[in-house]
């Protein structure tokens, strides 16, 4: 097991989602790719590459612009730790929210499982109140006086 190799393959893992090129999916994804989103329960988990390909037109098609920008890479055995910047600009609708032109900034981190040279599992940790606190859609808890 070549942990280089594993975080360069995380690498291009996150450029598949900030350029949509959907031909690189297949390269990088297991065909029974499971990733899992404890705390969303609009999208407890995606399935296969076609989860995968969804996801990727989705979340691109309400932030055109959508870009990672990764901050850290750990591996260790067959694991890739990725905490990382999204960022992108809300132009179509997520969510049933309506396009509000607002740019975010959402905090992520990822643990990504290797198994046969591509990306079996993800665990996907994302800070969904920032997002809908910034999309203007929750306000904030304290706000100052």
């Avoid at 932030?63 to 067959?78: C, H, N, S, V």
């Avoid at 993800?122 to 304290?142: A, H, N, P």
Wanted: proline share 4%.
């Amino acid at each position: 097991m070549n942990l280089e190799k594993n975080k360069e393959m995380i690498r291009k893992l996150h450029e598949i989602w900030n350029t949509g090129n959907l031909e690189m999916v297949e390269e990088i994804f297991a065909p029974d790719f499971v990733a899992h989103f404890p705390q969303s329960s609009e999208l407890p988990e995606r399935r296969g590459m076609d989860g995968v390909r969804r996801g990727i037109l989705r979340i691109r098609a309400a932030f055109p612009d959508w870009y990672e920008e990764i901050k850290d890479l750990i591996a260790e055995g067959d694991r890739v730790v990725s905490r990382y910047t999204s960022r992108g600009t809300h132009r179509g609708e997520f969510w049933g929210i309506p396009p509000t032109g607002r740019r975010i900034s959402v905090e992520e981190i990822s643990i990504f499982r290797i198994a046969k040279g591509k990306v079996a599992e993800q665990w996907c940790s994302i800070d969904e109140l920032g997002r809908l606190q910034q999309l203007g859609v929750i306000s904030t808890f304290c706000q100052e006086k």
